[in-house]
């Protein structure tokens, strides 16, 4: 449930809510750290698919603004190549790669925190090279990851989500 107390607070986005004085939702922040700010009377269980939108916009714009930077940085800095990047809302399916080198991104990376958001990045990266996930690919997943890649997969696996 999405409610005053709901935050997402990573070394990659800050989203809390906070009660303010109007009588309207607003939202406040830059690219990292924003702030909903709701009315005094708010009613939070009446408002939930209104809420899980307003969020969901909140996620979409901040992954639009941060994982596309962060992924071209990663592959300028492991010598990867890809030719387009999208964001999309898939809950489970963090990221994919296509065949020409066209990856999607879930802007529910964006509730972990970067290192976990990096290895699904350096995951997709590593398909524009290797096209499944036999022993080269996870060798290669590996050397991205300074031999952390099943480590990190677990941990992503592990990492609780309010979205699951």
């Known amino acids: 449930m999405i409610d005053e107390t709901f935050e997402i607070d990573t070394d990659q986005l800050s989203l809390k809510f906070t009660r303010g004085q109007a ?3 607003f939202v406040s922040g830059k690219t990292g750290n924003v702030e909903i700010i709701y009315p005094p009377q708010t009613d939070f269980r009446r408002l939930q698919p ?7 916009e909140i996620l979409r714009e901040q992954a639009k603004r941060i994982l596309p930077a962060r992924l071209h940085e990663l592959a300028e800095a492991h ?4 030719t387009r990047v999208r964001i999309n809302s898939a809950r489970t399916r963090w990221g ?11 802007l529910y990376l964006m509730i972990f925190p970067r290192k976990l958001s990096d ?7 590593c398909h524009t090279r290797e096209m499944n996930h036999g022993p080269r690919f996870w060798s290669l997943l590996d050397r991205v990851t300074g031999c952390r890649a ?3 997969r677990q941990e992503l696996r592990d990492y609780p989500s309010p979205f699951r």
């Open 119 to 125: 290895y699904v990045l350096l995951h997709e990266l």
């Open 50 to 56: 209104w809420l899980f939108k307003a969020v969901t």
């Open 96 to 106: 994919s790669c296509s065949s020409q080198g066209h990856i999607n991104l879930s």
């Open 150 to 152: 099943k480590a990190l």
């Open 23 to 25: 009588g309207n939702f």
């Open 79 to 82: 010598g990867f190549h890809y």
